[in-house]
Nanobody
Framework: QVRLVESGGGSVQAGGSLRLSCVAS??????????MGWFRQAPRKEREGIAANDSDSDTIYADSVKGRFTISQDYAKNTLYLQMNSLKPEDTAIYYC???????????????????WGRGTQVTVSS
């Protein structure tokens, strides 16, 4: 079983920064060749994959966040991070972390690639 708990959301003004955390409880989950990702869902929009990281620290980003967001992982703490800089109002959404055994690299920003999800944390960016 895998349990994921996000934190760090909040309200900021445009141009500000936030760092999200996702603590993973990997009770019986072998920490080999697994991927973790960040997704977000804005009101009336589909869930969007924005960043993913594998156990070799191979990272990928959606174009919408490239250069502004950074995904990282502290393996000793079983924690995934998302550093978000230069935030824009269009970044407002609920942010989710997800985990599963890695599949094709090209599919790591797709929701269907992950079985395990956190409950999300709200990020609101005001103009």
């Amino acid at each position: 079983q895998v349990r994921l708990v996000e934190s760090g959301g909040g309200s900021v003004q445009a141009g500000g920064s936030l760092r999200l955390s996702c603590v993973a409880s990997l009770y019986t989950y072998a920490p080999i060749d697994y991927c973790m990702g960040w997704f977000r869902q804005a009101p009336r929009k589909e869930r969007e994959g924005i960043a993913a990281n594998d156990s070799d620290s191979d990272t990928i980003y959606a174009d919408s966040v490239k250069g502004r967001f950074t995904i990282s992982q502290d393996y000793a703490k079983n924690t995934l991070y998302l550093q978000m800089n230069s935030l824009k109002p269009e970044d407002t959404a609920i942010y989710y972390c997800a985990a599963d055994v890695c599949g094709d690299r090209e599919s790591r920003l797709e929701s269907r690639s992950y079985r395990y999800w956190g409950r999300g944390t709200q990020v609101t960016v005001s103009s």
